[in-house]
């Protein structure tokens, strides 16, 4: 299915507050990241969808930098990442046309480029502003990524799948790491599972309000064809490095 910025930017907005006491997966991918990165010491980074700032206060843990950039298509994100960094630029707007002058040596992002209509001329860009000996690092999801919520409503992003990434990201950097696995998470109740994806912002699949028939009737099927009540995440991590 196709994304909608507007749609994405105000579910994500909604979910801001409740996002990390939810982001279990995210949690885990941002530190796999962090841990996958060449070295330690950066001059200029720039963050892309930094959100509430899952990724940035561990990150900012785990290395030394310069100049710090952090971009989010939500505004109201920067009232979360000034209670992180200190000295950091906020650069509001979509990822995907970001305006930003000169160069960084790591380009970094957590569970966002999903959401990009163009993964390929997205990685274009970034492969320009990727300094010489430079790190791209980000995380994204592979087509098993919700594979339960596709097989009952048929709403899914179009994931890539990591041989896709691979041939995409290689075109542009020397990919040093990438690695796909899936983690299930189990609920108690199907409402939860809604609760859950609302939390995380995943909503923004669908423009459509649900009523109480049609969650019911997605609560009942849930049940009956994934009795143990099961959400599936499927991860890919990408660390690439500046190519000629
Ligand atoms: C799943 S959250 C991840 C947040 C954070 N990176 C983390 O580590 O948890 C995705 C974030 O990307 C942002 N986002 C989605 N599409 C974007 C785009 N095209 N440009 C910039 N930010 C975007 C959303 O607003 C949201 O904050």
Not at 42 to 55: I, M
Not at 104 to 123: G, H, P, R, V, Y
Not at 150 to 177: A, P
Not at 209 to 232: A, M, N, Q, R, S
Request: glycine share 4%.
């Amino acid at each position: 299915m196709q994304t909608n910025s507007k749609l994405i930017k105000n579910q994500f907005k909604k979910s801001l507050d409740k996002y990390e006491q939810n982001a279990v997966v995210q949690v885990l991918m941002a530190d796999k990241l962090i841990e996958k990165l060449p070295r330690n010491f950066y001059t200029r980074v720039l963050e892309l969808g930094c959100g509430s700032g899952v990724l940035t206060k561990r990150l900012v843990k785990n290395i030394s930098y310069n100049k710090y950039y952090a971009n989010d298509i939500v505004e109201k994100s920067k009232i979360y990442i000034d209670t992180i960094l200190k000295d950091y630029i906020f650069l509001g707007g979509n990822a995907q046309r970001l305006q930003v002058n000169g160069i960084f040596d790591l380009i970094i992002s957590n569970a966002m480029f999903q959401w990009f209509t163009n993964l390929e001329k997205a990685l274009e860009y970034y492969k320009n502003k990727l300094a010489k000996g430079g790190t791209i690092a980000f995380t994204t999801f592979a087509p098993d990524n919700f594979k339960e919520i596709r097989d009952l409503t048929g709403l899914s992003l179009e994931y890539k799948s990591l041989e896709e990434i691979r041939e995409i990201s290689q075109k542009f950097f020397d990919v040093i790491y990438l690695e796909n696995f899936d983690y299930t998470m189990t609920f108690t109740n199907p409402l939860e599972i809604l609760a859950h994806m609302k939390n995380t912002g995943v909503n923004a699949l669908s423009t459509k309000h649900w009523g109480l028939k049609h969650v019911k009737e997605f609560c009942d099927k849930y049940k009956e064809i994934y009795p143990d009540l099961t959400l599936t995440y499927s991860p890919v991590i990408v660390v690439g490095e500046y190519k000629d």
